[in-house]
């Protein structure tokens, strides 16, 4: 059974650099694609990017300029990196398997960008 | 590139069908059968009832049946019960940029 696991710091202050490791358990990470989704306290659902084992990425034009997902086959994890927070970034951060379709996800963290 | 317009809420009784729209445009919904849909409970994680329009993952009720026509997608859940109480969110890809974006939500409230 394929499980994620987010893991992180719960609070960043503002300007800084918001980092997340999701760690893939029960399954190889060297297939398939790998998301990251957050979720504002209250709000919906937004995506943020993706990247395949190839290397392959893809972001939310909303988000690009400050996002970096990357990949890391020898810990079976993957990344997120969002530059310059703001409060409107405090959510709860998802990362799931796939592109366009998540069916396993992880519990989900909270991360509050608060000074 | 904006969100997915799906109703704020839907309300049915206990046995009845409800159905809930997602409405795009020809470059996300109405041009490609990658419309995703989920159920959210209150604190819990985000669970897939339908992936590519019409399909269900193994596991889920077949009281769930998604459709598309035009731009708009469609999730409808028959016999309505109680568990069914929850938000969901449609998803579609978009040639605008390449990406994915979700719809606005909707509160599914079961009298």
């Known amino acids: 059974q394929v499980q994620l696991q987010e893991s992180g710091p719960g609070l960043v202050k503002p300007s800084e650099t918001l980092s997340l490791t999701c760690t893939v358990s029960?399954?190889?990470?060297?297939?398939?694609?790998w998301s990251w989704i957050r979720q504002p306290p209250g709000k919906g659902l937004e995506w943020i990017g993706y990247?395949?084992?190839?290397?392959?990425?893809n972001y939310n034009p909303s988000l690009k300029s400050r996002v970096t997902i990357s990949l890391d086959t020898s810990r079976n994890e993957f990344s997120l990196e969002l530059t310059s927070v703001t409060a409107a970034d405090t959510a709860v951060y998802y990362c799931?398997?796939?592109?366009?379709?998540?069916?396993?996800w992880g519990q989900g963290t909270l991360v509050t960008v608060s000074s | 590139q904006s969100a997915l317009t799906q109703p704020a809420s839907v309300c049915g009784s206990p046995g009845q069908s409800i159905t809930i729209s997602c409405t795009g445009t020809?470059?996300?919904?109405?041009?490609?059968?990658?419309v995703s849909w989920y159920q959210q409970h209150p604190g819990k994680v985000p669970k897939l009832m339908i992936y590519?329009?019409?399909n269900r993952p193994s596991g889920v009720s077949n009281r769930f049946s998604g459709s598309k026509s035009g731009n708009t997608a469609s999730l409808t859940i028959s016999g309505l019960q109680a568990e069914d109480e929850a938000d969901y969110y449609c998803?579609?890809?978009?040639?605008?940029?390449?990406?994915?974006?979700f719809g606005t939500g909707t509160k599914v409230t079961v009298l």
């Open positions: 990247i395949h084992y190839s290397g392959t990425t």
């Open positions: 998803n579609s890809y978009t040639s605008s940029s390449s990406h994915y974006v």
């Open positions: 590519d329009v019409s």
């Open positions: 029960g399954g190889s990470i060297s297939d398939y694609y």
């Open positions: 020809s470059s996300d919904v109405g041009g490609y059968n990658y």
């Open positions: 799931g398997r796939g592109a366009g379709w998540w069916y396993y």
